[in-house]
């Protein structure tokens, strides 16, 4: 059974920092492009960051600078370093592996809230 299980979300202030993960299992970890999206309210959903197997990155150019992406294939996780967040961060992030030929697989997303 696949999963992608998110978690690190929740309330931040202008400025803070939170650390999203995302476990992955079910699947061949390793060969899968993985990538942070998120859906803010009323907006369609967008790409934040995206990791391949060989640790190249690609950010939105919104998140440059702010936000960092990394993967732990040990542990078939990614990750999302989130600095100074700000109040147009907040949005429900979501965990995306895609693969060329292969089905995709979405996380259920966790909430971010940047507010004060």
């Known amino acids: 059974q696949v999963q992608l299980v998110e978690s690190g979300g929740g309330l931040v202030q202008p400025g803070g920092s939170l650390r999203l993960s995302c476990a992955a299992s079910?699947?061949?970890?390793?060969?899968?492009?993985m990538s942070w999206r998120r859906q803010a309210p009323g907006k369609e959903r967008e790409l934040v960051a995206a990791?391949?197997?060989?640790?190249?990155?690609n950010y939105a150019d919104f998140v440059k600078g702010r936000f960092t992406i990394s993967r732990d294939v040990a542990k078939n996780t990614v990750y999302l370093q989130m600095n100074s967040l700000n109040p147009e961060d907040t949005a429900v992030y979501y965990c995306?592996?895609?693969?060329?030929?292969?089905?995709?697989?979405w996380g259920q997303g966790t909430q971010v809230t940047v507010s004060s």
């Open positions: 995306y592996a895609q693969r060329r030929g292969f089905v995709t697989y």
């Open positions: 990791i391949t197997s060989a640790g190249s990155t």
């Open positions: 079910g699947f061949t970890f390793s060969g899968y492009v």
